[in-house]
């Protein structure tokens, strides 16, 4: 199956070579020769917009950087149809995943975005050049990301942006912390005079994720030199699929009963970009927004005879409902201005802050049911079916000052100040959501009538606690400098450094250098070297949980999820969390044998030590051990937590090709990219003397990292322009993906597929269009369960992928898009 796979991939990818060869040779045929051919490559075709990351000097197109940068610009967004922001980069960049998840909590409604198969929160997101903050959510279930708060980056409406630009290369010492993997960079509109308008409505080929979105762009001029307010208003409504088998093994005769697959979701946006002359040389700039998502998803079914089961409440079993709510805010003002002899300085700051709040339905307590009255005898006989059962809140303020310009001829100096804060907030939910009988005693064992102890707090979703209620946060500051020289016409170096020092665990310096060689017009070699680092999140640094949980032999138990530097940590001889540190090495090609085709290939390797992760679920031994004896003493029974417990390395290749063909009346645009990672987890290591390596990380979450998410991703493309009509046709390869979280000795594989994707649009005029969309136009669906070793989850229901999905399981969807501007 492998060899076929591949042989497929190296197939299609020839066959739009060599069409984009014979139209290129097609297109040759007509180009001038000689001088006049060189002159005309140097000119940037209609879509070679310029970008900005990666370096502080003059912005450059996306082919002359020194390290490899990614364009997507809105043509690109229109045309690939995922109104989610998430879903739409992966189906046109193949360094980026954003894999699906079903019934893991939070990560349903804000799911994992990384780069390069690494972690969420290794990849930093900009926008408008600035940080942006990060998301309240710690992906703690058995999911791509595990143990990482990542970007909540579909808190960001398409209709609010330009372009977006992709730097795959480690930055950190250039951008700071997070960019071990790469930085996205997202572009705001800034256009004036101009509404724009759009709607879609959707659905699926089985009948179900009908959505419908609406969007409203619009842009003002703000006095009459070049300021201008631009704002968007987005709002979305997704109703749930469903791809949940039939439950043969706790139901008689078998029904659904289960939700697998996406949330219903409800989404609210409001965005905006300004900026305002001021004097000399000078500007005021100020950009942001807001965002409110709802989602209606759902944890395990419980079964009628399941001792978490009231059977007067719920005689048939229930499904438990986990809504969340996120919002989502940030505003960054600043000051722009020109200097003399072309330096210029910006001052801002930027304030984000999200919060994700959770409220359980259809539910119960089990304790609160059946505890016994204080004068004995009897049951209560009652308990709330819904709760709120917490929040997790996070927040951030950046101040920078930047200041840059050229200091000699082709040497241009950048070097700049960044203070930042970041704060966390755990809040409690409600007392029937977490509490063990009303007294929240464990002590006092509370009996089910069939004589298993019940099980306390909300079914489903248990609530936070008042012990793990925190509000904590830190500081840090950073100096950088960041030199380019032009050494010759066809030679360009630049190098960076960078000092951070954090307020509660130190400091650390990294360094870039990169060059960029020229030898002609239509061949250039790139490649650089840098040390990263990542500090942890104070999501990672301050997140715990606790509930009272029947363990594997049924006996009720507290289950700790432990901060770091806790009693139990320290018991166990688990250091405080540092930073993670990396080196990124990568050397590319570029190539320009015709005006309209280019060619780059770029091999790297990012190398990983000390990567902070989720350990594996820490049990005392049977028959008491070095384990039982720290944690029973402390009435711990099971144990989980944060660490520096591994080292990985990532090695792989991209390869990016484009040709464009323009006829009288019509132009088409081929593109090939084709994107081969492997990580490899190089060492299990613990601090402790109690548990191993081995033991903190167990195989099922080496798999995760390994296997999680696709070794290859290709997307091949073919846009037609003919008069008033545009025909996209796209196809994304993913790799096979594994896991054996909830399979322990049993790895299932999801294999490779290939998902097309077809876009027509009619242009009634320039400011009036139609499109008709189809994703996985072939009804693609992941591969399923093996029904053999992969019990029980193919009999409770479970048809496709679950902890590792590229693409998801919805299959085939359509769509109708209207546009229009005035």
């Known amino acids: 199956m492998k060899q076929n796979t591949f042989r497929r991939t190296v197939l299609a990818s020839a066959a739009l070579l060599l069409a984009a060869h014979a139209s290129a040779q097609t297109a040759a045929d007509a180009q001038p020769s000689g001088t006049a051919a060189v002159q005309q490559a140097e000119q940037p075709t209609e879509q070679a917009t310029v970008v ?79 940080r942006r903050h990060q998301q309240a959510l710690v992906n703690v279930q058995q999911t791509v990301g595990r143990g990482s708060a990542g970007t909540d980056i579909n808190a960001i409406p398409l209709s609010a942006i330009h372009h977006i630009e992709v730097l795959r290369d480690g930055a950190a010492a250039q951008y700071g912390s997070d960019a071990i993997a790469g930085v996205i960079n997202i572009v705001l509109k800034s256009n004036v005079n101009e509404t724009q308008v759009s709607g879609q409505v959707g659905t699926t080929s089985e009948g179900d994720g009908d959505m419908i979105s609406g969007s409203v762009n619009r842009g003002w001029a703000l006095g009459s030199d070049g300021g201008y307010i631009n704002v968007s208003v987005e709002g979305r409504r997704r109703n749930e699929t469903n791809r949940a088998g039939l439950d043969t093994a706790r139901t008689d005769p078998p029904r659904v009963t289960q939700r697998i697959g996406d949330s219903d979701a409800k989404d609210a946006y409001l965005w905006a970009n300004a900026a305002l002359p001021a004097g000399r040389g000078g500007e005021f700039y100020a950009f942001g927004g807001a965002s409110k998502r709802k989602g209606d998803s759902s944890g395990f079914f419980r079964s009628a005879g399941d001792d978490r089961t009231v059977a007067a409440v719920y005689p048939e079993g229930y499904l438990p409902n986990i809504r969340t709510t996120v919002k989502d805010a940030s505003l960054a003002v600043g000051y722009r201005l020109d200097l003399p002899n072309e330096w210029k300085a910006d001052v801002s700051v930027n304030h984000g802050r999200s919060e994700l709040a959770f409220h359980e339905k259809n539910t119960i307590n089990v304790s609160y049911w059946y505890e016994p009255r204080p004068n004995g005898g009897g049951i209560y006989g009652e308990s709330p079916l819904e709760a709120d059962t917490g929040k997790l809140k996070f927040n951030q303020t950046t101040f920078n000052a930047d200041l840059k310009g050229p200091v000699a001829k082709g040497v241009f100096f950048a070097t700049g100040f960044e203070w930042r804060r970041d704060g966390y907030e755990i809040v409690a939910g409600d007392p029937v959501s977490y509490q063990y009988g009303r007294t929240n005693n464990p002590a006092i064992q509370i009996l089910t009538p069939a004589g298993t ?52 665990f130190g400091s650390t310096t990294t360094g870039k250098v990169t060059a960029r060689w020229d030898p002609s017009k239509q061949v250039g070699v790139r490649g650089s070297f840098s040390s990263g680092f990542r500090a942890p999140g104070v999501q990672q640094a301050f997140y715990s949980s606790v509930s009272t949980n029947l363990n594997a032999a049924g006996v009720l138990t507290e289950t700790l999820t432990a901060r770091q530097d806790s009693p139990v ?23 320009r044998p015709l005006p309209n085709f280019s060619l780059t290939t770029d091999v790297y390797q990012i190398k990983i030590k000390d990567r902070i992760v989720f350990s594996s679920t820490i049990s005392p031994e049977a028959g008491g051990g070095p384990i039982a004896n720290v944690l029973v003493p402390l009435k711990v029974g099971q144990a989980q937590f944060f660490t520096n417990a591994v080292d990985t390395k990532t090695r792989g290749i991209d390869i990016v090709a484009e040709h464009t063909s323009r006829w009288p009346g019509s132009t088409l645009v081929l593109s090939g990219q084709l994107g081969f990672n492997k990580t490899e987890v190089t060492g299990r290591h613990s601090t402790s003397s109690i548990l191993t390596g081995e033991q903190l990380f167990d195989a099922s979450q080496v798999t995760l990292i390994e296997h999680g998410q696709p070794r290859k991703h290709h997307v091949l493309s073919a846009d037609y322009t003919m008069g008033k009509w545009n025909g996209n046709v796209r196809a994304n390869y993913y790799g096979e993906v594994q896991g054996q979280g909830f399979t322990p000795g049993f790895i299932q594989t999801w294999e490779g597929k290939w998902i097309a994707d077809m876009t027509l649009r009619y242009n009634f005029t320039k400011k009036l269009g139609l499109q008709l969309g189809v994703s996985n136009v072939f009804d693609t669906y992941p591969t399923e369960w093996d029904k053999t070793r992969a019990a029980p989850f193919p009999q409770l229901g479970f048809t496709h992928c679950w902890e590792t999905c590229p693409f998801g399981i919805n299959g085939r969807s359509m769509y109708v898009r209207a546009d229009y501007a005035f």
Not at 470 to 481: K, M, T
Not at 575 to 583: G, I
């Open 453 to 504: 102890v019940a099980a306390s707090g909300t079914q489903g979703f248990p609530g936070y606690t008042p012990s793990t209620e925190v509000d904590e946060g830190r500081h840090n500051i950073a100096l950088y400098g960041d030199v380019e020289w032009r050494a010759l016409d066809t030679l360009m170096l630049t190098g960076a450094v960078r000092y951070e020092k954090y307020s509660d």
């Open 52 to 130: 900005v990351l990666g370096s502080r000097s003059a912005a450059r197109t996306a082919l002359d950087t020194a390290a490899p940068v990614g364009l997507i610009n809105v043509k690109d967004m229109q045309t690939a149809g995922p109104l989610e922001l998430g879903k739409l980069l992966q189906s046109l960049d193949p360094s980026f995943n954003f894999s699906s998840t079903f019934i893991s909590d939070g990560t349903d409604i804000i799911r994992p975005a990384t780069l390069r198969s690494l972690g969420p929160d290794q990849l930093l997101v900009l926008v408008n050049g600035k």
């Open 569 to 591: 940590t320290r018991a166990l001889g688990i250091a405080p969390l540092k930073e993670e540190t990396s080196r990124n090495a990568s050397m590319g090609i570029v190539l």
